[in-house]
């Protein structure tokens, strides 16, 4: 079955410049995650989303925001880019109930450098 | 701030030893742990999971799980060039989501 996709896989923008990025899990998958992946700092949670409803969030400045639709596709915008936020951008979906965890899948990532 | 620690290496093993891989973690009410490795320039694949004390093998894969010291760790039997990745331990936090330590890069000398 297809893997978690996450598109596009390259952007480049301009700092103070807003960009959205889509994830579409795996079938069957309603919970989907996004971490930030930096040198430096490793994966960072951003936030996490459970049929169309946020379940959690990460410490991240209010610019980052997420979404989930009701196909369980998310996106995740962040708003006035700063150099900083120059990162890898990774989505995860996961299929857990009560009591299974089967951990994440993630996405190929999106590859974000702000000029 | 929960917490997951990792000795970041490099580790450097020959080929067909054993490495092993430590982690810490700082919640105690954790009870899913988990290890991915990435290769560079790619995305985490998860590679192992563990929700009781004691040893989980699967294939050259071991993880183990110490809830009492708070450890868990991986082993890898008979290392291969291609398992030179960095490894990453993940806890499930008590909100829900996964935490991360910041990796274990490993390099596999033939």
């Known amino acids: 079955k297809a893997g978690v996709t996450q598109t596009p896989r390259y952007l480049i923008k301009t700092r103070g410049q807003q960009v959205t990025l889509s994830c579409s899990p795996i079938s069957g998958h309603r919970s989907v995650s996004w971490y930030q992946q930096t040198p430096g700092q490793g994966l960072q949670f951003l936030f996490e989303y459970f049929s169309e409803t946020q379940r959690n969030k990460g410490n991240f400045p209010g610019r980052f925001s997420g979404r989930q639709f009701s196909n369980s596709r998310s996106e995740m915008n962040v708003s006035t880019l700063e150099l900083g936020d120059s990162a890898l951008y990774l989505c995860?979906?996961?299929?857990?109930?009560?009591?299974?965890?089967?951990?994440?899948?993630f996405g190929s990532g999106t590859r974000l450098t702000v000029v | 701030q929960k917490e997951v620690e990792q000795n970041s290496g490099p580790l450097s093993v020959p080929e067909g030893a054993i490495a092993s891989l430590n982690c810490t973690y700082s919640d105690r009410v954790s009870q899913s742990f988990f290890w991915y490795r990435q290769y560079s320039g790619k995305s985490p694949e998860l590679i192992m999971s563990i929700y009781s004390n004691g040893d989980k093998e699967d294939g050259r894969f071991t993880a183990q799980l110490n809830k009492a010291s708070q450890y868990v760790s991986l082993l890898i039997r008979d290392s291969q060039p291609s398992d030179s990745a960095t490894y990453l331990c993940a806890v499930r936090g008590s909100q829900g989501n996964l935490i991360f330590g910041k990796g274990t890069k490993l390099s596999v000398k033939p």
């Open positions: 995860a979906s996961s299929l857990r109930t009560g009591r299974d965890d089967y951990g994440y899948t």
